[in-house]
């Protein structure tokens, strides 16, 4: 039997590290080969301990062809041999220990690591068959739990928990409050359920059916007040009364048809008008959340059809028929953020972006309510910065400008650089990259250097070097995934500041402070913080604090 531990850690749901220790490292690979893409599709790294010796096995993942070995559908495993001593191996190798009892000791390092995810996972290897699920540290329950691997939800931020009596709850992936209970089938709401706001104030409280509230059930404003109670069709309402902040009935629905207010949970109208179907559908007016008018006209299964658009002024801003028309859209300040073409309630066509002080920002052409062939894009102060094609949002290729000059042209792969050539300010080209590979110069808005270095699918991976403004150095080590990761040094003025390891772009492992060229301080650091034991000295290098630290103070 293997056991292998895992903690995953994420600042953003983009950028995902999992470390992971194992006690075989053969069935370790082949386990994550066949299985990792299920954690996650697009996973940056893994790094693997291997018993006592935290040997560290890279795998890397994106959807690019080159990292996808076609011959077998397999990942590709990179493997580089790298003390880590950010976590340290745990002496108990027992591959039968009960992690539903993990030992207070566990259960405050995970207390410790500051990040929005903080993720136990254990890979069980029995009998040729694989066995996955995670283990959290639970905030709102104050102890540590198991969930399926299958059921937490990266994409959407939440996680979900089973337990025996047949409930459901799902929780918030950031601070790990109740959003659901109740009822699933198939791995879906089905039957009674309670959602709940982020605060954790009740929202809904009925029956649901394939994920979608279907049957009877309550809604409520963030005052706990109803707004609707009666009965909902594929995720609509259909027959029933709603109530406005005084639990007055001001609409009443008959098979999805009716007069309707709606309301926001604060209670502010934003919609009056005829409903078809359980959706929009006839006449009616929408409001911003000053309650002045913002669009007045005909709607068809939800979208606006034919009708006028107001700004907050109540000046005419678009007019739209048969769901087709030039449009302008306002924040809630009043300020012109876009204007084009909409078709069925999306941006269709050509288009218009702004900053908020009136500056062009994007202009070009949109597809669904996103960038989707020939644009440009502009910073704050008007310059361009790309010119090129978009698909879905991301660029595909292009020209990249700093100070008006070209510093990039080529193709690009979810907006990263695949395959082009870089210039400096003379316009000479000093690298090309292929498949994302290659040496890499990038420079500031100024035209000054600040890095260069080598570039591993379209990111910073392996030496780097990065620069200030003025030029001085800043910074000198080692890269993965585009973030610092590995030896590194630090600089200010000259004069080395910091020299270490680093992890997911942050100082983490062992690592020392200098100031003015002598000693300062020298230990262990998490996430950028001075954590675990470490000693401070004086300006004449005398030993002045030993001890630890947890998060970044003495303890």
Known sequence: MLDAKVIFTSDTLDDVNLIIECSNEDKMKDICQKYATKIKRNIDSLIFLYKGSQINFELTFSNQADSIDRNNGKMKILVNKKKNSQFNSPKNKDSSKDYNNTSKNNIEVLKKVKSKYIVDIFFSYIDEKIKLKIVKYNKHLQKIINIKLINYKFLNERY?????????????????????????????????????????????????????????????????????????????????????????????????????????????????????????????????????????????????????????????????????????????????????????????????????????????????????????????????????????????????????????????????????????????????????????????????????????????????????????????GEYLNGKRNGKGKEYFEDQLEFEGEYLNGKRNGKGKEYFEDQLEFEGEYLNGKRNGKGKEYDHKGRLKFEGEYLNGKKI
């Not at 502010?268 to 006839?282: A, C, P, S, T, V």
């Open 160 to 476: 979900i928990i089973y337990d025996k009596n047949g409930i459901t709850k799902e929780y918030n992936g950031y601070n790990d409050e109740v959003l659901f209970e109740g009822e699933y089938l198939s791995e879906q709401r089905n039957g009674k359920g309670k959602e709940y706001y982020y605060n954790g104030k009740l929202i809904f409280e009925g029956e649901f059916l394939n994920g979608l509230k279907n049957g009877k059930g309550k809604e409520y404003y963030y005052n706990g007040k109803l707004i609707f109670e009666g009965e909902y069709l594929r995720g609509k309402k259909w027959n029933g009364k709603g109530y406005d902040g005084s639990n007055n009935i001001i609409y009443e629905l008959k098979n999805g048809k009716g007069l309707v207010k709606d309301y926001n949970h604060n209670g502010k109208l934003i919609f009056e008008g005829e409903y078809l179907n359980g959706k929009r559908n006839g006449k009616g007016k929408e409001y911003n959340y000053k309650g002045k008018l913002k669009f007045e006209g005909e709607y068809l299964n939800g979208k606006r059809w034919n009708g006028k658009g107001y700004d907050g002024s109540n000046n005419i801003i678009y007019e739209l028929k048969n769901g087709k028309g030039y449009m302008k859209e306002y924040n809630s300040e009043g300020y012109l953020y876009f204007e084009g073409e909409y078709l069925f309630g999306l941006k269709n066509g050509k288009g218009k972006e702004y900053y908020f002080n009136g500056i062009l920002k994007f202009e070009g052409e949109y597809l669904n309510g996103k960038r989707n062939g020939k644009g440009k894009n502009y910073d704050e102060n008007g310059n361009i910065v790309f010119e090129g094609e978009y698909l879905y949002n991301k660029k595909l290729r292009g020209r990249e400008f700093q100070n008006n000059k070209l510093v990039y042209e080529g193709e690009y792969l979810f907006s990263k650089k695949l395959n082009g050539k870089g210039y400096d300010e003379n316009g000479n080209i000093i690298y090309e990259l292929t498949n994302g590979n290659g040496k890499v110069k990038e420079y500031w808005e100024s035209g000054r250097l600040f890095f260069e270095g080598e570039y591993l699918n379209g990111k910073r991976n392996g030496k780097g070097k990065e620069y200030w403004d003025n030029g001085k150095l800043l910074f000198e």
